[in-house]
Structures are given as C-alpha cells and as structure tokens.
C-alpha cells in the first residue's frame, strides 16, 4: 500500500535493513529517521520440570559418578590383595566388593585383625562419610526444590537442540546473516546450519508460530525482543509460569522506521518530530508505559489472578500462615 500510494505513511515500524525487491518495491518506498533500535531473538520452549525420581541424577554430573565407581572397584581390589594374602581362604571379589559398598555407606564393619587392613577400613569409613554426607543433602534439596532441565541460551546450544526456526516473515529468512564475510569463512559453522533450519510458514491468526513452541514445543519462533515480555505471559501453565524462554543469544540487532512513500512531502516534517521526541524521552516512556499496561491486563485475566467481588478483613486464622 505505502509503495503503491494508498497510504501516505505507514506507523507500523519496519526493521532499517536490506530488503529482497520482492519484500517491498525499493524504489517507490523510503525509510523515515529511526525511531528505536530493537534485537531479533529466538523463543524457544521453557524447559519442563525434572521429576522428583530423576532429580538426585541430574545434581551429580557424570564424572562424579564414574569416580565414586573406579574408587569403588579400586579399593575392593586392594582390599582383595590384602586379605588374599594374609588368610588361607579369602572371600571371593564379590564379598570384598559389597563390604566395600557397605563401607562406602556408612554401614557397620567387623573390626580387622591386621593392622593395615585397619587402616584401609577406617580410610574408606572417611572417605564414605564424606560422600554420603554430600550426597544426603543433595537428595535433601533435590526433594525440597523444583529442578528444570537445562536452557537454551544461546544460537549453539539452539543449533544442537535440532529445533526447527519457525517465521511468518519472508524478510526474516536472512536473521542469521551467514552472507556476512566473517561467517563464509567457517569461524562460526553452527550459523549456517541454524540458516537451514528456517522455516517459513504462511501465518495463521488462530495457530502462529509461537503459539506452537509454546505448546507443540517442537519449533522456535522469531519475535522482537522487547515485545517478548507481552508474549511471555500470553502462554502459561497452570501455576503460572510461562511456557517460552527467549535465547540470551540474539542474531541481528536493527534500527526500526515508518515506510513512506518515495519522496513523500511528509518525510521531513516527520523526521523532525521524531528528532524531537526522541531528544525529549517521550518514545521510550510510551513504549515502556505501553508493555507494562499490557503486561498488567494479561496477568490480570489469568485464572490465577482473580479480583474478589467483596472485601474480607483479615482474622488470626489467616494471619497465622
């Protein structure tokens, strides 16, 4: 429309950059003066809760455990030695490997005869102390706080999730910016494979793009930076937390305008007002009063947030909790 004269301005602000001549008709449009700058991030699926049997796993990585193992079968076998060589029978390897268990878990042991099995014993009494005392107050806190699997924070890690990138935008197809020289070269090979993971779908009012990483959870989707903290809110679980996460990690950075017509007489007037709003602090006060107001309406229509029809003083019975 703006290309074609039947606006004479368009105040949806567009991103300032390269557009494809089938994007918009180049030469019969213009940019006016920028009015704010903006980041392009990716919103990914919140990362579900880990439940509760699973949690004492996750607190411990894999090379602790892999070392309480080798210490393990390490001390049985010098335990084995000693006794192989001090009594006539020794107790099969398997007998000294559950001793040694027992020991590693603070169960009682038979006093030995010799004195540098005492050593050993009281050694590994120690050192069984030691990691069940740490590993008791870890299944403490794994019981007592909620743990969620790990985030998404940046375009690597949302490289490796094998999510695909989900946009309405034809012009957004480029959000990666491997055409850049210092990307051809191979320094960051995991932009051009999130390039071809793009996917552009045709928009859908009653099904988005964002609607479906927030419940589908098997795409990401593009948005504004600062309009996330609207969106966020728009898709909550039941005890209102949100459904989406945004990558800290984002791809371009751009300036944003209104689109005039070509040489349109109501440029230059329109820079100058921009020029002084922007020098009197008034467009960032509006867009900040604007989020906020519809952040406050979104949280207010969750069925969490319910305004009593009557007021209740408060008794002892509530001021007790």
């Known amino acids: 429309d703006v290309a074609n004269r039947h606006v004479d301005i368009s105040f949806n602000s567009q991103f300032l ?151 309405a935008t034809q012009s957004l197809l480029d959000v990666f910016g491997t055409q850049e020289p210092h990307d051809s070269t191979g320094e960051l090979p995991y932009l051009h494979h999130l390039e071809s993971k793009i996917k552009y779908t045709q928009y859908n009012a009653s099904w988005p793009t964002i609607k479906k990483t927030a419940l589908l959870r098997n795409i990401a989707a593009i948005t504004r930076s600062s309009t996330f903290s609207i969106v966020r809110y728009a898709f909550v679980d039941e005890e209102g937390r949100s459904q989406l996460q945004l990558v800290n990690e984002c791809p371009q950075n751009y300036y944003l305008s209104y689109l005039l017509p070509k040489n349109s007489f109501l440029k230059a007037p329109l820079d ?40 209740k003083p408060f008794n002892v019975f509530d001021m007790q909790t």
């Open 17 to 167: 950059k390269k557009y494809s001549p089938r994007a918009y008709e180049i030469d019969a449009a213009e940019f006016s003066e920028p009015v704010d700058c903006d980041r392009v991030c990716i919103v990914v699926p919140a990362p579900l809760e880990i439940p509760r049997w699973l949690r004492t796993f996750h607190y411990f990585q894999p090379e602790v455990w892999i070392c309480f193992i080798v210490s393990l079968i390490v001390a049985s076998v010098f335990w084995r030695l000693m006794k192989h060589r001090q009594d006539k029978t020794p107790p099969s390897y398997c007998e000294v490997l559950l001793d040694t268990f027992m020991l590693f878990i603070g169960a009682p042991a038979k006093l030995q005869h010799f004195q540098a099995e005492r050593m050993l014993v009281g050694t590994l009494l120690l050192l069984g102390m030691t990691v069940m005392g740490a590993f008791t107050g870890t299944l403490y806190h794994s019981f007592t706080n909620r743990m969620f699997y790990a985030t998404i924070n940046s375009l690597e890690e949302l490289d490796q999730s094998g999510l695909m990138v989900g946009t």
């Open 272 to 311: 100058r007002v921009i020029s002084i709003l922007k020098e009197a602090g008034f467009d960032g006060h509006w867009k900040r009063e604007a989020i906020r107001n519809l952040i406050t309406r979104q949280i207010a229509n969750h069925e969490g947030y319910q305004e009593l029809e009557e007021s």
